[in-house]
Each structure stands twice: as C-alpha cells, then as structure tokens.
C-alpha cells in the first residue's frame, strides 16, 4: 500500500522536476513512509511513497523495465501476483524482484494495458510507456484505491489523494458549487466530480489514456459488474460449497504478506465471517468502543469471536474529546467533506492495529453485493407485488377479476408494483442517504442557482442495467457510489493516515461476480421457514461457524453515541459553529434555514434524519475551516 503523484505534459525546468515531485508526495508521505522515489523525464514525472509489504528489499518504485520503455507507479496490492508470476516465468520471462509491481510490468510488456483484466487485487496505477508515448492511469474493479487527476490546459496532473495536486501549485483552490448541492444530499461528493472545481476521481473500473498526440485524456470504462441470476439455478448445497471456496480463497490471497496481519473486528455478522474464514490462532484482531456509552457497546460480541477462533485480541476506548480533537486532522485526510460518523472510530482502531500489524483485513462490501442493511424488508414487498400480479394476471375466477380492482390490499400492491420494482422509472429510487431533496435544497441555499436532482447519479447508474430484478438494480448502484464514496473513502483515509494497509476480502473480483449471479432470494429472501433474512448466503456460512448470537444479529451499522452529544452538552458548540456569523457556511445558507436546522438536529427527540442532516452541516463547516483560506 502506498501513494503517487505525478504529472504529465507538463513544462518544468530540469532542476525544479525532482522538488515539485517532493512537494507533491510530502503531503502523503502517510500512505508510504517506508520509501520515496522519483522518476522524471521531458515528459513526464512520477513521484511515490512506499509503505513495504510485499518484497521488503526490492520493491522500490517507480520501476523502471530492463529496457528502459516503460516506467510504473503502483498502489496497492495484486493478490494473484505469485500464480502470475510463475505463468510469466513458464513463458521465458525472468524477474528482478518478487514485487508485485513487477508483475504488472512484465503483463504489460507481454500483453498491453488490456491485461490489467488479468489482476486480482485493489489498485491504482500509473504507467508511462515511452516508446508509444502514452500515459496510462488504471483503477481497481470496485474502486478500493483512489486516483484523482486535472487536466490543466494540455496538461495532467494526478495523484493518490487531491492533496498531492494542490499540493503542485497547478491547479487553484476553487470549489465546485454544485458538489456542494449534491453532498447536502449524499452526504459525500459523487464522482466523477470532487469539491474540487477542475480535479476528478478515476471512476472504479476506469482506465484513462493520454498520448503524447492527443489534445485531452481519453477515459473508458474496463470492467463492470454483471447482475443477472442465471437461467437455471443450482442446488443450494451447490451454492454454499462455492460460496465457501471462493470466501475462503478470497480470504487467504489476503492474509499473503511479509508482514504481519490482522482484522478489524466489529462483532458484526461481515467482520466475523473473515476470521471464521481466517480460522488462525495467531491471527490478531482489533475492536474500539466509546467510553461511557454502554447503548453502543458491541465489545461484548467481538470477544465471543475472538474467544472463540483464540485470537490476540487488543481494542481501545475512545471518549468526547478524542473524537472532537481528530475533527480538523479527519476533514485533512478525506480532503472532501465526508459525513460519516463511523470514520472517527475507524481511525483510532486503525491507529491501535498499526502498533501490531501492517495490514488488516475488514468485512466491508459485503452488504454491497449480498443484500444487508434492510433489504429483507424490501425483499419481503418485492415479493408480495410479484405474488400480487400474477394472481392478477392469472385470476382466479371471474369473481376473483371482478372483486380485485376494489380490493384494498391488490389497490396497495399494484401501486407499490409501479414505484417499486423497476428502480429505473420511480421518482425516488431507493438509495442509501437522501438527506435533502432538491426542493429542500433550493429554499435553504441562499444562491439563487440551481442544479440537477442528485439522485440522477443513482438514476445513471442504474440505466447501465437491462431489466434486472429490482434488489439487483439497487445493489448495482450502491456498489457503484455509496461503497465507493463513503465506505472505501473513510476506509482508504483512516487506514492510511495510519499506514496501515486495509484489505476487502468480500470485494474479492470473482465473489463479486459470483454474486451478480446468485439468485435473490440468496441475497435477501426467504429461509426455508420463509423467514426474510439479509445476506442468506452468508448467514448459511456463518451458522456452523460462528457463535448463535453473532448470525443472528440485526445489521445496526457501527453505533457512535455523538448524536446524543449534540441534543445534550455539545449543543453550545454546535450553535458557535453553525449560527455564528463568522462561520463559513454562513454565506452558502439562508440564517433561518440554519437556525432551524439547528434547531431540530439538538433538540433530545430529534429524529435521525434531523441529526444526520446536523452532522453534514458541521462536517461541512469544518472543512471549510480547514481549507478554505
């Protein structure tokens, strides 16, 4: 795990190349403090910060080829390099190094950039091939690793983290007011776009090609996600042996390191699954839990897992002033404005982890592609519209057709069947945070500008599909935005920020293909009780492997008690922050709009969605006060 920067096309006198590449890779010297490099040309630079897991002496980078034509920056991890390797190797190729990042090289030599097809594992890449004069940035299938760029003038700058381009002096601190509008929505910045006016994320599965003939960068999608169950099912027995080779795999590509390893254990039903899969004594695993909030308290659950798999278990207690302290350094890592309360105690567990081990693994992803959170219940109605229809069209007689028009319950079901199931055609698709619509937007701003409904990124997304089952449509668009923005985002920067490297083990390519093709009611469906259960496929796993009260758990997300904070002692420091006049929201909001938000976010019987909407406007301002001068 590590971080680049680089540029290229860009005029920069021979002597000043190597300090601007410093200056860019200083401000993320967190991701890689093991090793610097830099590699510079009349083209091109590339600047990286290594943090050392895999092939400790060797793997310096920028790497260069034997012959010279191709320099590479990689971050992150390729989980089949070994089997890679020993292909090339059978073919007459030979190795320098045991690195992965050689890997990569060699594949690209032998086969062009398409052979990225060919990795397993998370990664953001830069290559520069010098004899096509061609600049290649490539980023992982389900977007683990970042990769933002600007295309200045003819010019591209590029990096781990948009602090390293600001940090070129190339591009100005400008924000990009609709972000803004879609944020107060998502409570994250969608891509492509950042806050940033100008800079871009590499949409996960991009790839972006810019020749030294070309006026601009050319970005294309490389892989997607496939959701259609097959034809003909499988038994069930055949689904969970081939659930449990490829977990199990997934698993044990990810415990490969010359470092020691570890998981984040939550006590939740994802978390537990990986070290059931783990399955070593040795393993350490690590917990965090707030102080005085017994309400949030899920240490309990995690060491019935550690006692039962004997694992070396450590965790840390965090309190008030530990989470408000790290505020203003947390909105410095995520560089955009990221209101999830979950990415503070993220932190700290990280920071526990990384006195022990390099490397973590943690059960992110799999509500994402095995249906969690509350997707039983919609299940449950997707259901009952279908059952709904075809008596409908089957009719059961002709008192049956005559009667149903005027029954309540088919009046119900057949309007529920014209907003629910085709998530392509509602108003307002199912999508994870919807904070704010856009009419609530436009009377709080205090701009008279106005943009497109935010939830047409969802909309976007799911268009890419053909007629899917409606459970499919909303995982597919979650896996491309929700995951990527705010779980991989906070997961990514409170990792790093630690120097830890962070491991997804159910985002695992082939599971995630593997459960584009599983049939719904594996994901969220009916058990054999025809009791409606999230992520079926991998309860069934669970249960010979995990304690009762770990499966059968509900999903609660990780609790934090801050919203109890703000509506009791905190509530003085949220009014200084958002209603003084100084603050810089201020001028983005009509006063009232703010006093009422406010308002109703501290009162004690605030609801949910009036603290989360609090906590985007004080995320927000922090920001700001962090970034913009």
């Given amino acids: 795990m590590c971080g680049f920067a680089g540029w290229f096309r860009i005029s920069v006198e021979d002597t000043q190349r190597a300090p601007l590449l410093a200056k860019m890779c200083s401000v993320i010297a967190h991701r890689g403090p093991d090793d610097h490099g830099v590699y510079t040309d009349e083209h091109v630079g590339l600047g990286f910060q290594r943090l050392s897991i895999v092939d400790l002496a060797s793997g310096h980078q920028p790497m260069t080829s034997g012959d010279g034509r191709v320099v590479i920056s990689f971050n992150g991890e390729i989980f089949n390099h070994a089997a890679l390797r020993s292909e090339l190797v059978r073919s007459g190729e030979s190795f320098r190094t045991r690195s992965d990042t050689e890997v990569i090289l060699k594949l690209y030599q032998t086969a062009g950039i398409e052979s990225i097809a060919r990795l397993n594992g998370m990664f953001a890449i830069a290559i520069w091939d010098r004899k096509q004069g061609v600049l290649h940035l490539v980023r992982d299938r389900l977007g683990v690793k970042p990769l933002y760029y600007a295309h200045v003038g003819g010019a591209l700058v590029f990096g781990s983290e948009i602090k390293a381009i600001l940090a070129s002096g190339l591009i100005g601190r400008s924000i990009r007011r609709q972000a803004v509008w879609d944020y107060l929505t998502f409570r994250y910045v969608p891509g492509p776009?950042?806050?940033?006016?100008?800079?871009?994320?590499?949409?996960?599965?991009?790839?972006l090609e810019f020749r030294l003939c070309d006026n601009a960068p050319k970005v294309s999608r490389w892989w997607d996600m496939l959701m259609a169950p097959p034809a003909a099912e499988k038994s069930i027995n055949e689904y969970d042996e081939e659930f449990r080779d490829l977990f199990e795999d997934a698993v044990r590509l990810r415990l490969q390191a010359d470092v020691p390893v570890g998981i984040t254990l939550s006590g939740g039903l994802d978390s537990s699954a990986v070290?059931?899969?783990?399955?070593?004594?040795?393993?350490?695993?690590?917990?965090?839990?707030?102080?005085?909030?017994?309400?949030?308290?899920?240490?309990?659950y995690a060491r019935l897992v550690s006692k039962a798999f004997s694992?070396?278990?450590?965790?840390?207690?965090?309190?008030?002033?530990?989470?408000?302290?790290f505020l203003p350094d947390f909105v410095w890592h995520t560089d955009e404005p990221l209101a999830d309360l979950a990415s503070v105690p993220l932190y700290y567990v990280s920071r526990l982890a990384r006195q022990e081990v390099k490397v973590v693994l943690?059960?992110?992803?799999?509500?994402?592609?095995?249906?969690?959170?509350?997707?039983d219940r919609w299940a449950r109605l997707w259901d009952q519209v279908t059952v709904a229809r075809a008596e409908r069209q089957r009719g059961a007689g002709l008192l049956s057709r005559l009667a149903a028009p005027f029954s309540a319950r088919a009046r119900e079901l057949e309007t529920l069947a014209a907003t629910v199931t085709d998530q392509r055609?509602?108003?307002?698709?199912?999508?994870?945070?919807?904070?704010?619509?856009?009419?609530?937007?436009?009377?709080?701003?205090s701009s008279a500008e106005s943009w497109p409904d935010s939830?047409?990124?969802?909309?976007?997304?799911?268009?890419?599909?053909?007629?899917?089952?409606?459970?499919?449509?909303?995982?597919?668009s979650?896996?491309?935005?929700?995951?990527?923005?705010?779980?991989?985002?906070?997961?990514?920067?409170?990792?790093?920020?630690?120097?830890?490297?962070?491991?997804t083990p159910f985002l695992d390519y082939r599971l995630v293909e593997w459960a584009g093709s599983l049939p719904v009611r594996l994901k969220a469906g009916p058990d054999a009780a025809r009791n409606y259960r999230t992520k079926e496929i991998l309860r069934r796993y669970a249960e010979s492997r995990l304690p009762r009260e770990i499966v059968e758990r509900p999903k609660q997300g990780f609790p934090v008690p801050v919203y109890g904070w703000l509506s009791g002692r905190l509530a003085p420091w949220v009014?200084?922050?958002?209603?003084?006049?100084?603050?810089?929201?201020?001028?983005?909001?009509?006063?009232?709009?703010?006093?009422?938000?406010?308002k109703h976010g501290t009162q004690p019987e605030a609801d949910a969605r009036a603290r989360h909407r609090l906590w985007s406007l004080l995320i927000l301002e922090i920001w700001m006060r962090r970034w913009v001068s």
């Fill in 311 to 325: 694992t070396q278990h450590r965790e840390v207690i965090i309190d008030e002033k530990d989470f408000l302290d």
């Fill in 362 to 375: 943690s059960g992110e992803g799999a509500d994402e592609i095995f249906a969690g959170y509350d997707f």
């Fill in 193 to 207: 776009q950042t806050i940033w006016d100008g800079i871009f994320k590499l949409p996960p599965a991009h790839r």
């Fill in 455 to 476: 939830l047409d990124v969802v909309r976007n997304h799911m268009v890419r599909l053909d007629d899917s089952e409606p459970l499919n449509q909303v995982l597919y």
């Fill in 425 to 445: 055609q509602v108003v307002v698709p199912i999508s994870m945070t919807n904070l704010w619509s856009s009419a609530e937007k436009r009377e709080m701003l």
């Fill in 575 to 598: 009014r200084e922050m958002l209603l003084d006049p100084s603050a810089r929201i201020a001028d983005w909001f009509k006063p009232a709009a703010l006093q009422q938000i406010v």
């Fill in 478 to 503: 979650y896996c491309q935005d929700w995951l990527v923005e705010d779980l991989l985002m906070k997961a990514d920067r409170m990792s790093m920020a630690n120097s830890l490297e962070l491991r």
């Fill in 275 to 300: 070290v059931a899969a783990a399955a070593s004594p040795s393993l350490h695993t690590f917990s965090v839990a707030f102080a005085d909030a017994p309400d949030t308290n899920e240490l309990a």
